[in-house]
């Protein structure tokens, strides 16, 4: 079996071997999904952008499947109090950017925003590059498989407000899904879960791996809320 290692400068590798069966049919998207499927957002063809990872971490928890996610601090200049997936901009020690330096960037970031022990992930896809236009990133989405759980939380409360796992099973019913707007007139899917409203490039993301993954349930996408001035 392959496991990753977060050791900088150490291995960080891909293998589908030993995941649980549930996590076949997203293993499967991410070899086919294509990124106008994902997102309408994609990386400028001149290469600008900043290059960034976020990891998709799938545990297994009390209820089931679930995701983990991580709320930013209030204090924040951007996205403050937004929840998201663990992740960050590349550093020059992650390595190659079109190589295994996503998925080192994606490691290391979960450790330092969660306090994730990377030797317990296995890494198992990744998805398409998308582009976040507002900050300019370039953001590779790696997915995980949270084989040997370890303990998370906040590690600096400047950065982080909380961090949680979601069941997948909160995130697909019909409940708690909605269409978030912004005021700018924006419209995208949105998740009301663990007190929380997930909504942006992380919501975005969760609703399109419901989609292909075939978990998806109907929901009343004619179910508005709106974002507030802040977000």
């Given at each position: 079996m392959?496991?990753t290692s ?8 891909l ?6 069966s ?33 990891l ?8 089931g499947?679930?995701l ?14 937004q ?8 550093d020059?020690?992650d ?10 960037a994606a ?11 990377p ?6 896809g990744?998805?398409p ?20 759980p ?11 407000a909380r961090?949680?796992?979601?069941p997948?099973?909160?995130l ?8 978030a707007?912004?005021?700018s ?7 009301l ?23 998806e349930?109907?929901?009343d996408?004619?179910r ?6 802040r977000?």
């Amino acid at each position: 079996m392959t496991r990753t290692s977060g050791a900088r400068g150490g291995p960080v590798t891909l293998s589908q071997e030993g995941l649980p069966s549930w996590l076949d049919p997203v293993a499967r998207a991410a070899e086919t999904v294509r990124p106008g499927q994902l997102s309408r957002f994609l990386p400028p063809e001149n290469g600008t952008g900043r290059q960034s990872a976020v990891l998709i971490l799938f545990g297994d928890g009390e209820r089931g499947p679930e995701l983990l996610l991580m709320e930013r601090a209030s204090s924040l200049r951007s996205h403050a109090g937004q929840p998201s997936f663990p992740g960050g901009a590349l550093d020059p020690e992650d390595g190659d950017p079109h190589g295994d330096g996503p998925l080192r960037a994606a490691l290391r970031e979960a450790e330092e925003e969660t306090g994730l022990d990377p030797s317990g992930v296995q890494l198992f896809g990744v998805l398409p590059k998308l582009y976040i236009p507002v900050s300019g990133f370039v953001v590779t989405p790696v997915l995980g498989w949270w084989r040997v759980p370890s303990t998370v939380g906040v590690v600096d409360p400047n950065e982080t407000a909380r961090v949680f796992t979601v069941p997948v099973a909160d995130l697909t019913h019909p409940d708690n899904r909605a269409t978030a707007v912004h005021p700018s007139g924006h419209q995208g899917p949105a998740f009301l879960v663990e007190s929380a409203l997930v909504w942006g490039f992380t919501a975005g993301v969760i609703d399109r791996l419901l989609h292909f993954a075939g978990w998806e349930r109907p929901w009343d996408r004619d179910r508005r809320v709106p974002l507030d001035w802040r977000s």
